[in-house]
């Protein structure tokens, strides 16, 4: 009995704190979208965008044939498989003939910088890149026509610098799919909002990423970027600490969810959460607090039931939900977060679990390799010392 005082006090705290948390989320989400846009661009400088593959996504020709319809005046997509064999070869090819008025290419090369998959096939990609404006986007991305004169409307071109975007799930098939993309726009969006209110930000997101060559040749490219697992956070990271602004767009864009299974989505979640631990150990920490629901069901645990447990419990969940829609719905504009609101309580559960797993350990899972964290969120396949 002696202990259940100070348990009791704890969840408290937290569940006060998760509540706070929520408040400064919807206030986060009305100050950015209420702030006027970007001028409009006089001179649209061209850009390269740079894709890498492996296998096809879900509804990736729809993804690629967006960027293809972009209402820019010069462009150029690259796209990037390490195999010859990828599956996504042949639908490149078809991409190329359904557009030959845009400029696509295809990079096939198994060359490698460093442990990171991903990074190995864009550092491939790089040296086809002819523009001065480099976008990076994640394979299953979805973008409107105004894409790229919105973004790059946003960037520094005299300083140099970093636009990254935040994003909502555009497609979601199957029950644990859907639990990954509601934790995307009321969970971790309201998140980036709050630290972009807070003054600037530090990270950038692989969803999106626009950005100078300056800015990007200065940081090292790819080869400075390979060892890590957060690949996109760290491209940011190493911008602000060169002096490079790094700016949160206006521009939401979408992604479209590959079915997961219950598996498969807990060990992407573990990786992510992992390696958001390894790179910044007090963000994790405090992203406990982002779990109010699962918080504040453990105080009405640890109140015995009671009245005014049960009291703050559903007082927590209606603020949940209610910022869950505020965010991601009002703002963000998510469609599938506002027919899918009663998974937010679930996944509360689901993230406080995760939130413990990434403590718990270093092995991560990524495309059926294993590696091992290590400082900085570095990383080396697990067979190796």
Known sequence: MMLVEPIRLVFGILTAASICYFFVSILAARRFFSSPPAPALKDCPPVSILIPLCGADFRAYENYAALCRQDYPEFQIIFGVRDPMDSSVALIAQLKKDFPEVRIDLVVSPGEIGPNPKVNNLNNMYPFAVHDVLALLDSDILVGRDFLRSVVSELD?????????????????????????????????????????????????????????????????????????????????????????????????????????????????????????????????????????????????????????????????????????????????????ARNLWLVPIRDFFSLFIWCAAIGGKRVEWRGQVFRLQSEGKMVPESRP
């Open 157 to 337: 071109h005299q300083k140099g610098g970093v636009v990254t975007c935040i994003y909502t799930a555009g497609a979601a098939p199957g029950l644990a799919t859907k639990l990954e993309a509601v934790g995307i726009s009321s969970e971790f969006a309201p998140g980036v909002l709050i630290a972009q209110m807070s003054g600037s930000i530090s990270f950038a997101f692989g969803a999106a990423i626009v950005m100078t060559r300056k800015a990007f040749d200065s940081i090292g490219a790819f080869p400075a970027i390979a060892a890590y697992l957060a690949d996109d956070y760290m491209i940011g990271n190493l911008a602000n600490k060169a002096g490079f602004p790094v700016t949160l767009s206006r521009y939401v864009v979408r992604t479209v969810l590959s079915k997961l299974s219950l598996k498969g989505f807990w060990r992407h979640q573990v990786r992510w959460a992992r390696g958001i631990r390894a790179c910044n150990k007090w963000g994790h920490t405090g992203s406990l607090i982002t779990n109010g629901t699962a918080l504040s069901f453990l105080y009405l645990a640890v109140c015995g039931f009671s009245p005014f447990g049960w009291l703050v419990f559903l007082g927590t969940l209606a603020l949940r939900l209610a910022t869950a829609r505020a965010v991601g719905v009002n703002r963000l504009g998510d469609s599938l977060l």
